[in-house]
């Protein structure tokens, strides 16, 4: 079983859709979650780190279930802009090893 | 947020050489940088962590001898890709984390801008 697993997509939704993406992580004892973006040919970009309560960023909200090992974001309205490769993060492991562990990334492209 | 750049940007070069790619954080001290490689429609792979003064940690089945990784101060850390062969053209980021303050969240891994190496 892959450390973290999404569903690579892609996800093809009109402007206005509410879209949702999961990611399975394997370890249960991992330490932080992360939602990050990344464009075509650029680097990631940090979107959201994820928190046990669950947090919103305006259109996004990100959901953390410890018990069944995944994290979710949502994107509500969506906007052109949006089309991206998300990639969710996990770090296993406190302390000095700070170590990221990547998933393959859901490709959203949004559509006009 | 924090700015890392990444030199060159793109590299195109002969089999058999050595290619050296530098990052650096501009306006933070980073004790801790990050080597990543990407192939085409693939995630992030980290290749190596390295810390400021001491000798790079390597991933599994990461050649520590093809890839030398130096940090020999808070604000730079190099990749040299010896020998490139053409499986080695790929984009390589670099991502730096800071000293904990305040200003960044300690977790956050800062990105450099990657750079697009062709091995011909």
């Known amino acids: 079983r892959k450390e973290v697993e999404q569903d690579p997509g892609p996800f093809n939704v009109p402007e206005g859709a509410t879209v949702a993406f999961n990611c399975t992580y394997s370890?249960?004892?991992?330490?932080?979650f992360f939602w990050y973006r990344q464009d075509c040919r650029k680097e990631p970009k940090l979107l959201m780190s994820?928190?046990?309560?669950?947090n919103e960023d305006g259109r996004f909200t990100a959901q953390l279930n410890r018990a069944s090992q995944y994290i979710s974001l949502l994107i509500r309205d969506s906007k052109l802009s949006d089309s991206a490769t998300y990639l969710c993060?996990?770090?296993?492991?406190?302390?000095?090893?700070?170590?990221?562990?990547w998933g393959l990334g859901t490709s959203l492209a949004v559509n006009p | 947020g924090a700015v890392v750049s990444q030199h060159p940007s793109w590299v195109i070069c002969k089999s058999g050489t050595s290619v050296k790619i530098e990052c650096r954080s501009l306006d933070f001290q980073a004790t801790t940088m990050f080597w990543y490689r990407q192939f085409p429609k693939q995630s992030l792979m980290l290749m190596a962590t390295s810390n400021e003064g001491s000798k790079a940690t390597y991933e599994q089945g990461v050649e520590k001898d093809k890839f030398l990784i130096n940090h020999a101060s808070l604000t730079l850390s190099t990749l040299t890709v010896t020998s490139a062969h053409p499986e080695d053209s790929s984009f390589y980021i670099c991502?730096?984390?800071?000293?904990?303050?305040?200003?960044?969240?300690?977790?956050?891994?800062?990105f450099g801008p990657g750079t697009r190496l062709t091995v011909l």
């Open positions: 993060v996990v770090k296993p492991y406190a302390g000095n090893n700070r170590k990221l562990i």
């Open positions: 991502s730096a984390r800071g000293v904990a303050s305040g200003a960044l969240d300690y977790n956050e891994q800062f």
């Open positions: 370890n249960s004892a991992s330490q932080s």
């Open positions: 994820v928190y046990s309560s669950g």
